[in-house]
T-cell receptor
Framework: AQTVTQSQPEMSVQEAETVTLSCTYD???????LFWYKQPPSRQMILVIR??????QNATENRFSVNFQKAAKSFSLKISDSQLGDAAMYFC?????????????FGQGTRLTINP | DGGITQSPKYLFRKEGQNVTLSCEQN?????MYWYRQDPGQGLRLIYY???????QKGDIAEGYSVSREKKESFPLTVTSAQKNPTAFYLC??????????????FGPGTRLTVL
């Protein structure tokens, strides 16, 4: 079974600085997808970015980018120019397919604090 | 506006009582999911449904039941058999994907507290 591990329960960063959140996963599949979700205090889950395992190029969405290391099974999220609105729980997730149904396996989450 | 609604936002239950959490979507999605979120843990899948009148157990289905009589609705019942039901519950939906990846859209959640 796939597992996802986020080893940083909490992180903090100064506003306008850059922060990197770590995620590792375990799988025997060769083709899969990885996601980062953001959960602000409202607790609404918001998709931040996704990465296809077959793509070597790291995904980028504005200030958010990933460092995908397939051999190391590592999938970190970099947030540049941190803003107060970035404060949230961040979850790394692995997508697998079971009997045609999409299933997400989530990490434990990292709480990100932005210091003004 | 299209989206997912969950009600109620907060729910209190006495031990030994069953309680049903509502999830409705108007996104015309075929697939729907229920997750449980506990402090210090990520979301864990309880049940999922790919089509009306069909659903499958997720990783932590014990003590829970669901129904899928309508495409837009996927209620979750937390039964008295669930030993530790206090948690935050999230409902999600997506189009049917097969092997293709699709985004899961999440509702605002229900906080269940057992007194």
């Amino acid at each position: 079974a796939q597992t996802v591990t986020q080893s940083q329960p909490e992180m903090s960063v100064q506003e306008a600085e850059t922060v990197t959140l770590s995620c590792t996963y375990d799988t025997s599949e060769s083709d899969y997808y990885l996601f980062w979700y953001k959960q602000p205090p409202s607790r609404q889950m918001i998709l931040v970015i996704r990465q296809e395992a077959y793509k070597q190029q790291n995904a980028t969405e504005n200030r958010f980018s990933v460092n995908f290391q397939k051999a190391a099974k590592s999938f970190s999220l970099k947030i540049s120019d941190s803003q107060l609105g970035d404060a949230a729980m961040y979850f790394c997730a692995y997508r697998t397919v079971i009997q045609g149904a999409q299933k997400l396996v989530f990490g434990q989450g990292t709480r990100l604090t932005i210091n003004p | 506006d299209g989206g997912i609604t969950q009600s109620p936002k907060y729910l209190f239950r006495k031990e030994g009582q069953n309680v049903t959490l509502s999830c409705e979507q108007n996104l015309n999605h075929d697939a729907m999911y229920w997750y449980r979120q506990d402090p210090g843990q990520g979301l864990r899948l309880i049940y999922y449904s790919q089509i009306v009148n069909d659903f499958q157990k997720g990783d932590i289905a014990e003590g829970y039941s669901v129904s899928r009589e309508k495409k837009e609705s996927f209620p979750l019942t937390v039964t008295s058999a669930q030993k530790n039901p206090t948690a935050f519950y999230l409902c999600a939906s997506s189009i049917s994907s097969g092997r293709f990846v699709v985004e899961q859209f999440f509702g605002p959640g229900t906080r269940l507290t057992v007194l």
